[in-house]
């Protein structure tokens, strides 16, 4: 028999109730909860706790409170990784970040969906897809990223946008949904 933590590897519906996910979760929830408790006016503390938390990172790695995140071994960051105040990372699929990354205050990236159908919530279902972020992002605040989602290199997310669909190189996008407005420069 499939175990739940199987079939969430596979991309297919699991149980989030079941014993070894919420493990997961609340080895997450722990580890964010004494990030969180960390003074501001002791960033090294607060680094080394992080670095605890995430799968993998990059030189240069500053997040600030609060930080919450379902797993954290599933996040990886790349170099000069900077997240403003109050960032989420649904994480029970992979969340690939890469180098030059800044993102403001009030993020959501989200790896998790439930279903449309009433049965399917009342069994505790979830299903997670990856996320994948590419170099030289800029989230604005208040940025959510929906499961499945790749965004490309230098691009710019627009305070407020809902990303639903992939992002190519070298755009800005705005709006809910998010939409391109114009190409970017590459320098």
């Given at each position: ?27 997450a929830a722990k ?41 954290g071994k599933n ?111 590459q320098d």
């Amino acid at each position: 028999m499939t175990s739940e933590l199987d079939k969430l590897k596979a991309g297919d519906w699991y149980c989030f109730a079941d014993e070894k996910v919420a493990a997961r979760k609340a080895r997450a929830a722990k580890l964010c909860q004494e990030f969180n408790a960390i003074p501001a006016t002791e960033p090294e503390r607060q680094t080394k706790k992080m670095q605890e938390i995430l799968g993998s990172y990059g030189e240069h790695l500053s997040v600030q409170a609060n930080f919450n995140c379902d797993y954290g071994k599933n996040i990886h960051v790349g170099h000069d990784f900077l997240s403003n105040y109050n960032l989420t990372i649904l994480d029970m699929a992979p969340v690939q970040i890469g180098n030059n990354v800044m993102i403001g205050p009030n993020c959501g990236i989200y790896t998790v969906n439930h279903p449309m159908i009433p049965s399917g919530r009342r069994k505790y279902l979830a299903r997670a897809k990856p996320v994948v972020i590419g170099n030289d992002v800029w989230f604005g605040g208040s940025v959510t990223v929906l499961p499945g989602v790749t965004i490309g290199n230098n691009v710019v997310i627009a305070a407020g946008a809902v990303v639903t669909k992939d992002v190519s190189d070298n755009t800005l996008v705005a709006g809910v949904p998010a939409k391109p407005i114009r190409k970017l420069s590459q320098d």
